[in-house]
């Protein structure tokens, strides 16, 4: 199975800051990469597929970036609406996997 | 609007079964794989398989392959999952997300997710 290791597991920022949250696969997963954000309570909403694609009315201070074995997630202008749980999966390989997950919150 | 609605949480004995429903609105099941997943939080999210909705087939991940069994019927435009032989391990919140097979697995639409309990 290919493991997908995230890191920070938690951060804390300042409104209006930029945010990195990473993604190391344990093989080349070839761009078959998605982010989520969930909030408590809440189902997972899809923030980037394949790796830097934007979904559908996601606001466009959300990024995706990387290739083979390296991705990340930037949120620039951090809004307080984005505190939030994220995490990635990678759909390159069966079984599908996940990250750990990154919990966001506001300094 | 598109929308997942799954039924309500489930409470059930070891060794019992149970089946998760995953309605679809707003779109045509058999246009769209449907996905479940499973949430822990002392072990996060793991995938437990595909089906699709159009001809039935499935896809697995072998640590499910014999835990679930997974459904639909189109004339409902609903996707089931039934757990099976179940232990305290099943406990779980447990979500359907839907795919579209021609662009990649990834997840654009989440039911809430039901929460199952496996208790004596």
């Known amino acids: 199975d290919i493991q997908m290791t995230q890191s920070p597991a938690s951060l804390s920022a300042s409104l209006g800051e930029t945010v990195t949250i990473e993604c190391r696969a344990s093989e080349d997963i070839y761009n078959g990469l998605a982010w989520y954000q969930q909030k408590p309570g809440k189902s997972p909403q899809l923030l980037i597929y394949n790796a830097n694609s934007l979904h559908t009315g996601v606001p466009s201070r959300f990024s995706g970036s990387g290739s083979g074995t390296q991705y990340s997630l930037k949120i620039n202008s951090l809004q307080s609406e984005d505190v939030a749980s994220y995490f990635c999966?990678?759909?390159?390989?069966?079984?599908?996997?996940f990250g750990a997950g990154t919990k966001l919150e506001l300094k | 609007e598109v929308q997942l609605q799954q039924s309500g949480p489930e409470l059930r004995r070891p060794g019992s079964s149970v089946k998760l429903s995953c309605k679809a609105s707003?779109?045509?099941?058999?246009?769209?794989?449907m996905h479940w997943v499973k949430h822990r939080p002392e072990h996060g999210l793991e995938w437990i398989g595909w089906i699709d909705p159009e001809d039935g087939e499935t896809k697995y991940a072998q640590k499910f392959q014999s835990k679930a069994t997974l459904t639909a019927d189109t004339s409902s435009n609903t996707a089931y999952m039934q757990l099976s032989s179940l232990t305290s391990e099943d406990t779980a919140t447990y979500f359907c997300a839907r795919s579209r097979v021609s662009t990649g697995d990834y997840f654009d639409y989440w039911g809430q997710g039901v929460m199952v309990t496996v208790s004596s």
């Open positions: 999966q990678q759909y390159y390989n069966y079984p599908y996997t």
């Open positions: 707003g779109y045509s099941i058999t246009d769209y794989l």
